[in-house]
């Protein structure tokens, strides 16, 4: 991996490319912290609490109807999303997906400027770092394997991002294996779709060391990542 220009990041929202729109994205992973130093002590010690954070998003007013970043946005304020972030549009690229809740929208406009929005998402079970699967394309299963050099114990969550579907009602899954050449089985499935969305998917357990996407039943143009543990 290498130093990325900010230019190349991409912002997707409950299945709606809101990349054109914006202008800066700040996902926070906060923890909370307990101070539990006592008399005597020479400095302070603390207790970790829960995860929490927050995702801060500004860009331009679009009035577009129904795609538009304010008809998204606007839709949305008091209630839950799916969020995903990645500072890249290629396979293996790094980003940050989660559940959030639209806590704030705002919109100005400046005299002198263009009219501009920011908002705040506080995240529902914390912000995943997460792992582009397959970027934003028409996509038809089964996808290339992805190497991670290594299996891993805790689990996985899987994050699709529809934009369309383009044929019949497309099931996706995330599929694993021991080589890269298979045999391939489901480790997380979604919902079949028959319009637009996002949605995240968890499995416990083992996960193997290759990971590709598949989809059955029709096709969609989507994007899909991944957190393992």
């Not at 689990?155 to 899954?173: D, I, K, M």
């Given at each position: 991996m290498a130093k990325r220009h900010g230019r190349q990041t991409v912002v997707y929202i409950d299945g709606f490319d809101v990349t054109g729109d914006s202008n800066n994205v700040e996902p926070q992973i906060t923890q909370d912290e307990a101070d539990v130093a006592s008399?005597?002590?020479?400095?302070?010690?603390?207790?970790?609490?829960?995860?929490?954070?927050?995702?801060?998003?500004?860009?331009?007013?679009?009035?577009?109807?129904?795609?538009?970043?304010?008809?998204?946005?606007?839709?949305?304020?008091?209630?839950?999303?799916?969020?995903?972030?990645?500072?890249?549009?290629?396979?293996?690229?790094?980003?940050?997906?989660?559940?959030?809740?639209?806590?704030?929208?705002?919109?100005?406009?400046?005299?002198?400027?263009?009219?501009?929005?920011?908002?705040?998402?506080?995240?529902?079970g914390g912000v995943d770092p997460i792992t582009v699967l397959e970027p934003k394309a028409d996509l038809t299963g089964p996808g290339a394997a992805k190497?991670?050099?290594?299996?891993?114990?805790?689990?996985?969550?899987?994050?699709?991002?529809?934009?369309?579907?383009?044929?019949?009602?497309?099931?996706?899954?995330?599929?694993?294996?021991?080589?890269?050449?298979?045999?391939?089985?489901?480790?997380?499935?979604f919902t079949a779709l028959s319009a637009r969305g996002a949605e995240l998917a968890k499995a416990a357990g083992t996960v193997r060391q290759f990971l590709r996407m598949n989809v059955t039943n029709g096709s969609a143009n989507a994007w899909l990542a991944y957190r393992r543990g």
């Open positions: 008399f005597g002590d020479v400095s302070h010690s603390f207790l970790l609490g829960q995860e929490g954070g927050r995702i801060a998003h500004a860009g331009f007013y679009n009035d577009l109807a129904t795609t538009g970043i304010h008809a998204v946005l606007s839709a949305r304020k008091g209630s839950a999303v799916i969020y995903g972030v990645a500072f890249r549009d290629a396979a293996g690229a790094y980003g940050f997906a989660g559940t959030a809740r639209l806590a704030t929208y705002q919109v100005g406009a400046p005299i002198g400027g263009a009219v501009a929005l920011a908002n705040q998402l506080t995240a529902m190497d991670d050099l290594a299996g891993s114990n805790g689990g996985l969550s899987g994050y699709v991002q529809a934009f369309s579907v383009l044929g019949g009602t497309p099931a996706f899954a995330i599929q694993h294996a021991t080589a890269v050449g298979g045999p391939f089985t489901d480790v997380v499935n």
